[in-house]
């Protein structure tokens, strides 16, 4: 049995109906050099998509490779309950200063849509230990995407990936969002005053009193086709939370890491979120691991005698592996060396 026929036979790959795998078969990688990839017949592709938006540097790294290499002859994994390491403890103390003001605290998980639900429990609880039970929901964009676990897929309004759990998902707020594209304003980029944003004071006048959290991708919508907004969108919505005690969790799992030339795309808005999720290019798409990082403030609510049972009761057998973290600060130590957000600016003119 060749390759190909025993993944056929054998595997059940995300994102796609099998069946489509009888004309279009998977491509199978052999190895990947930069952004190359190379199937077991040799074929050259060019991982235009960063294998799903997460390879920053190139594949087979050598900074990326050595760290994780040197990392593997020490620790390859410990339960992160009441141990640490140095990895993880380097890795908060140089992700601190190139984080949007106000991002203290760092809650490690192992996915993009586990860092939403870690976002979305954390927020949830911190509300109702800070005097506010009646905050049981959440709000969102139209057609925003932010992950496919329950909650995740809850707070988000694609139908392609959510409409048959609904079932299964929380009653949340789904406002109109926005699509400069297609502006129902018949706004250009030039002449737009956010004239959408409408929808979202409709939405927080009706539900701001029962809402514990807006969740909002920062200046591109992507699995909406790639939508790009204004900042000022992202700055009103600040406001807004900040005048009806509403948390904002900032959902950089795609957009972050320079995706959108700053290092966290919320920058554009010159605004900082209670809670900012970030995954995917973490680790330059070598492992995974993902973040849910937030203020002092709502880390005190939780800060508290055993007893209480404040504690944030929410973890991954995975959370804090040594080897993601390696990889992590390899990426942070290139990405500084090599000064990629200017390299990627000038070439994404040329593109």
């Known amino acids: 049995m060749s390759l190909l026929e025993a993944d056929l036979k054998y595997i059940w790959h995300p994102a796609q109906q099998m069946k489509d795998a009888e004309v279009f078969p998977p491509v199978v990688i052999d190895h990947g050099k930069g952004c190359y990839l190379y199937d077991i017949e040799g074929k050259e592709y060019i991982d235009i998509i960063s294998s799903w938006w997460c390879n920053l ?9 050595d760290a994780i290499k040197d990392q593997l002859g020490q620790l390859e994994h410990v339960i ?34 586990s860092s939403v639900e870690c976002a979305l429990k954390m927020a949830f609880q911190y509300q109702y230990q800070s005097g506010h039970p009646e ?22 309004s694609m139908d392609l990936y959510a409409r048959i759990y609904k079932p299964m998902m929380m ?44 969740i909002v991708e920062p200046i591109l919508q992507g699995a909406a086709g790639m939508r790009i907004y204004p900042p000022e969108y992202l700055r009103r919505l600040r ?5 009806y005690g509403v948390l904002l969790i900032d959902d950089e799992v795609a957009a972050g890491f320079g995706r959108t030339g700053k290092m966290f795309a919320i920058e554009h808005a010159g605004v900082s979120p209670d809670i900012l999720c970030t995954s995917k290019g973490l680790t330059g798409g070598y492992l995974p691991m993902s973040l849910t990082i937030t203020t002092d403030a709502i880390y005190q609510a939780f800060y508290d005698d055993f007893k209480t049972h404040k ?41």
Do not use: W
């Open 239 to 243: 406001h807004l939370c900040d005048q």
């Open 57 to 65: 540097l190139g594949h087979c790294n050598d900074g990326i490779n």
């Open 311 to 351: 504690a944030f009761v929410h973890s991954h057998t995975y959370a804090g592996n040594p080897l993601a973290c390696r990889a992590a600060l390899a990426v942070l130590h290139i990405m500084e060396r090599d000064d990629i957000l200017k390299k990627a600016a000038e070439k994404s003119i040329y593109l």
């Open 171 to 214: 009653n949340n707020i789904h406002f109109d969002g926005l699509d400069c594209y297609r502006c129902p304003y018949g706004q250009t980029r030039d002449t737009c005053n956010c004239e959408c944003f409408v929808g979202a004071e409709k939405a927080f006048v009706a539900y701001g009193k029962e809402t514990a959290a807006l």
């Open 135 to 156: 905050r049981q929901r959440f709000m969102c964009l139209s057609e925003s995407y932010h992950g496919e676990t329950i909650g995740a897929l809850s707070v988000g």
């Open 80 to 113: 992160f309950a009441n141990f640490s390491h140095r990895p993880a403890i380097e890795l908060c103390q140089a992700l601190l200063p190139l984080l949007p003001k106000g991002l203290t605290h760092f809650n490690f998980t192992d996915n993009g849509s």
